[in-house]
């Protein structure tokens, strides 16, 4: 058994957990951040600045691994752990999410969560009027699904048995089927369609990992799918929670204001003795969302994203830190928080670095931003366990959503 899954505390409403997963290369007590790094690189951070700001667990990409280097590469020098120099636990995603991100939604700039009137929106929304219509870079079909490199247009085809093939020579933990991410622009009988598909695929992914043996070495996830269709998520997470996966993700590209609905919709039927995965979602209202409604582990690039871009999580919302108003400003990004660029550099040096087009500039901000949500997550855990967790969401988001 590559992965086990103890529950140690539940929410009154019977979703909300806390516990622990135990895998191969380590604990990770959830609910938990997960650091996406998806060249086998957190951008600009060093695996011990990532293991400092409290990181337990790396989340990698399929695609853009088999692209550079190539995952036969990484298999031949030691696999991901060796390679990155990452002791701890290691994710990696099936490749699934590119369906969307280089077909449906190149165009849109429709990422993991859309608001309303984005969805409302007409095909052309995202693109400038003297901006050319860029070519769909992943075309899908019964089998899997054909992508165009985003570096030298060569053509790669993927099936449930080439992701998971794939995944195993990465050597990644915990692992997930293959499926199809959809736009939520997609009408509904595509929706359904693509559902299909995705159970299809998660069945062959399943049996292919069970016939490599490779079952006992890593853990594979079922990712349910549906859109933002009540019946169709229900009906997902019942076919998806009754295949033997070691847990389950809960993918695809949701409307904001109903995030956490659907999820509970997914987390009230699935085993409930699994662990559960939120793919690629990270603000904060989200993960309060998320964990209250029973999810374990959720991924985003969005904290050294944005950091990179010099904006900062404060307990007082989101800041960018290039403002006038902090260029002479020796307080600490954040007064409450105890990460290395806190205690050691203020904002005025922060903001000039960011002026000055430093590199050092990105790596402070992602060091704190990444402290920031990863020891936020850890401080629902502990309310979870002290019964304090509706009273610190309470005080958290009135702070930070102040405005």
Partial sequence: MSLTFDIHSELENGLGRVGTIHTPHGDIQTPAFVTVGTKATVKALTPEQVKDAGAQVVLANTYHLYL???????????????VMNWRGPIMTDSGGFQVFSLGAGLNKKIGKVAKHEELLLPESHGIDEDEEMKPKRAIIDPDGVTFRSYSDGSAHYFTPEKSIDIQHNLGADIIFAFDECTSPHEPHHYQAEALDRTHRWARRSLEHHKKSGKQNEQALFGIVQGGRDESL???SATVIGGMSFDGFGIGGSFEKEDMSKAVEWCNRILPKEKPRHLLGIGEPVDLFGAVENGCDLFDCVSPTRVGRNGNVYTTGGRVNIGRAEFREDSSPIDSECQCYTCKNYSRAYVAHLF????????????????YFIIHMVDKMRQTMLSGDFNSYKKDFLEKYYKD
């Fill in 68 to 82: 550079e280097p190539g995952d036969e590469l990484i298999k031949n020098l030691g696999g991901l752990h060796k």
């Fill in 233 to 235: 998520r229900k009906e």
């Fill in 355 to 370: 002026r000055a087009n430093e590199m050092l500039a990105g790596t402070l901000a992602s060091i704190h931003n990444l």
